[in-house]
């Protein structure tokens, strides 16, 4: 009995969960309601895969490559699970319904507060 191996690349409903990840987060990443530290992980991830030193050297023929693909896998998984809940979903409706990248408006929500700064002498 032989085994049949498919490419991941034969299931298109894979790539287009990967393509949409990849758009919530290229919006994710311009939303400026995101944390930097949050866009700190895209960038380490990108770091990743240009830097030379590699978890599985990249001569070695698949999986040189697929450590990089898991590293940038994980890391936007990990990067939409930082950003806030609100952003989110907001970017989430605005690609389902094809809006075009706009800023996420102002929630409403405000801080009110007083510094005061005791004199001691």
Same mark, same amino acid.
């Given at each position: 009995?032989?085994?049949?191996?498919?490419? &991941?690349?034969?299931? !298109? =409903?894979?790539? %287009?969960?990967?393509a949409s990840r990849m758009r919530l987060a290229v919006r994710l990443f311009r939303e400026p309601a995101v944390a930097l530290l949050a866009k700190a992980v895209p960038?380490? =991830?990108?770091?990743?895969?240009?830097?030379?030193? *590699?978890?599985? !050297?990249?001569? /070695? !023929?698949?999986?040189?490559?697929?450590?990089?693909?898991?590293?940038?896998? /994980?890391?936007? $998984?990990?990067?939409?699970? &930082?950003?806030?809940?609100?952003?989110?979903?907001?970017? %989430? #409706?605005?690609? $389902?319904?094809?809006?075009?990248?706009?800023?996420?408006?102002?929630?409403?929500?405000?801080?009110?507060? $007083?510094?005061?700064? *005791? #004199? $001691?002498?």
């Amino acid at each position: 009995m032989g085994m049949r191996v498919t490419s &991941w690349l034969s299931r !298109p =409903a894979l790539l %287009k969960t990967l393509a949409s990840r990849m758009r919530l987060a290229v919006r994710l990443f311009r939303e400026p309601a995101v944390a930097l530290l949050a866009k700190a992980v895209p960038v380490l =991830a990108v770091l990743y895969v240009v830097s030379p030193i *590699d978890f599985v !050297p990249d001569v /070695i !023929p698949v999986l040189g490559q697929l450590d990089d693909l898991a590293v940038v896998l /994980i890391a936007i $998984e990990t990067f939409v699970s &930082w950003c806030p809940r609100a952003a989110v979903d907001f970017h %989430k #409706q605005a690609i $389902e319904s094809g809006r075009r990248y706009s800023a996420m408006p102002a929630t409403g929500q405000v801080i009110d507060a $007083e510094f005061h700064r *005791d #004199q $001691e002498f």
